[in-house]
């Protein structure tokens, strides 16, 4: 046998779970549990979500005014202050945002110029709306940024997301203007998210302040809340293709006042949000992230990408939030400690989070995988022993109980099982009772299956052998993925093409099974299948 002495299942099983104390004031918050399929589910949160006082970067207790977070993500009213009609301009990615996902709330546009604005009769100053507004979004320039928290704090504004840039990101002594724009809102009880941010946005309230266009958006109840925006918006884009994304996004840019940690205690708190993803450049209230994240954890899994890990990706980070990036290791070991899952590389953010809520935990590192060509079994056990995983020689009483299966003759049963097409037809009505043979074992905690989902569009491809064979690719994907049900053990599929290069991989993805492209996303998402099963109760 082979033994699974991989760098994550060490590290794994050398750590503590860091809520385990009974005693620990976080251990009276909501749990999870999982249901008889294995998914999780929540229990219901037992306090309400809000921010109030907390250290600042000084280390004196900021008088920060208690709101209810909701404001940024499903206000009733919006004012929209630099709204306009021109293409390109934020105020219009803001309008356009709105209108997109029919925002059922009212909107207030405010342009000194404009009589409307998207067909909205437009205000020229905030304090002249007839109604109240819950949420400001602020698309001004540098300039005019104070004198607009002033208006709307005297307006009685509760929120306001600042999408100006300008500030501590780029100038010096940009922080403290940032730091003194907090203290005038909080003098008017109101709380401001950014500067230098793209926005927020809830597909479920129909709510979407933000600059990513809608078409690209998938809503799901996955929530992030990031201190980058527009590289984030990427990963949507190309998930939305496979029917991934995230139904609450919040972009906190430069954290003069409201931070990551504000809002991974929101997002941990709401009982329909099941995982959590964050994108970070740096930590600005380290111990209070600690206590938050370590309570989050044990409610769901929150996976988190560092960004600054080198000095070179350090000095960007600086440039783009205003941020002082620490060492990678001992931010790596903070976040480890916190229980947050982290990932070497943002593209796999998405397919985990995804495979965190859509699959049952995996156990332990022991990877069973089945192809139809032997070149991909092995490089796919290259890659997830290179994420800590291992892939056991399985035992001759297994090898023997498979190869009664009517398998070829030349068939390999070591683990991994290469079958060939040949071995794939010839199996027939056995191919699901090979997969559950191992899968019952006791020899692997999950199942790969890799090859199928060849490439070519059914309405491109003339040959009915083609369309047959596509045909019966689907079919053996659905039977080894219907095991996963039966077991209760984690079966992922692989294929070399996308959904748009493949109509097996495209239709099956339409339906919900999901098919993962790159033997690095397998690994990964593997990987972190294994951090969340041993992360403790909620798990």
Not at 198 to 218: D, I, M, R
Not at 370 to 382: H, K, P, Q, R
Request: hydrophobic letters at 40%; aromatic letters at 8%; proline letters at 6%.
């Amino acid at each position: 046998m082979v033994l699974c002495q991989g760098k994550l299942h060490r590290e794994l099983t050398r750590r503590t779970d860091p809520v385990s104390d009974p005693g620990h004031p976080v251990s009276a918050t909501p749990t999870s549990r999982r249901n008889a399929s294995g998914m999780r589910e929540l229990d219901p949160p037992r306090r309400g979500w809000y921010s109030a006082g907390h250290t600042d970067e000084q280390g004196g207790i900021m008088d920060k005014p208690a709101i209810d977070l909701g404001v940024f993500l499903q206000p009733r009213s919006v004012a929209v202050i630099g709204a306009s009609d021109k293409p390109g301009s934020w105020g219009s990615f803001m309008m356009g945002g709105l209108a997109a996902w029919r925002y059922p709330g009212t909107i207030y546009p405010v342009n000194r110029r404009a009589g409307t604005v998207s067909g909205h009769p437009a205000f020229p100053d905030v304090r002249d709306i007839p109604g109240e507004v819950d949420l400001a979004v602020m698309a001004v320039p540098e300039a005019f940024v104070e004198e607009t928290i002033r208006a709307c704090g005297e307006k009685g504004v509760r929120g306001m997301s600042i999408i100006t840039a300008g500030f501590g990101e780029a100038v010096r002594g940009g922080r403290e203007r940032e730091l003194a724009f907090a203290r005038l809102a909080h003098g008017y009880g109101m709380r401001l998210l950014g500067p230098n941010i793209s926005g927020t946005f809830n597909l479920h309230a129909g709510f979407n302040a933000a600059a990513s266009p809608a078409e690209h958006l998938y809503p799901t109840k996955l929530a992030a809340v990031c201190q980058g925006g527009f590289a984030f918006y990427d990963l949507l884009a190309a998930g939305s293709f496979r029917k991934m994304g995230v139904g609450r996004f919040v972009h906190t840019g430069n954290e003069c006042d409201l931070t990551v940690t504000d809002f991974l205690e929101y997002f941990g708190a709401d009982p329909e949000v099941p995982a959590i993803l964050t994108y970070l450049e740096t930590i600005r209230d380290g111990e209070r992230f600690l206590e938050v994240a370590r309570r989050v954890t044990r409610m769901k899994p929150v996976i988190a990408f560092k960004a600054g890990r080198s000095a070179g990706a350090a000095r960007a980070a600086q440039s783009h939030t205003g941020a002082l990036a620490g060492r990678a290791e001992v931010f790596a070991g903070f976040l480890r400690q916190a229980g947050v899952i982290t990932v070497p590389t943002m593209d796999v953010m998405l397919p985990l989070a995804h495979a965190l809520v859509e699959h049952p935990p995996l156990k332990g590192p022991r990877i069973g995988i089945v192809t139809i060509g032997g070149s991909w079994g092995v490089a796919l056990a290259d890659a997830l022993e290179e994420e800590g995983l291992c892939v056991p020689e399985l035992s001759a009483g297994l090898q023997e109980r498979l190869r009664a299966l009517d398998m070829p003759p030349r068939a390999s049963t070591r683990n991994p099982i290469d079958l060939g097409a040949a071995g794939m037809v010839s199996l027939s009505d056995q191919r699901q009772t090979l997969g559950r043979v191992l899968l019952e074992s006791g020899e692997v905690d999950a199942l790969v299956v890799h090859g199928l989902g060849r490439p070519g569009r059914i309405t491109e491809t003339r040959s009915e052998d083609w369309k047959a064979f596509q045909r019966f690719e689907k079919w053996t994907i659905r039977q080894f993925v219907d095991l996963e049900r039966e077991t209760g053990l984690p079966v992922l599929v692989g294929a070399h093409f996308a959904p748009w290069e493949s109509q097996v991989v495209w239709d099956l993805n339409e339906k919900g099974i999901r098919i993962h492209n790159r033997l690095d996303e397998i690994a990964r998402v593997l990987a972190g299948l294994l951090q969340d099963g041993r992360r403790g109760p909620g798990g």
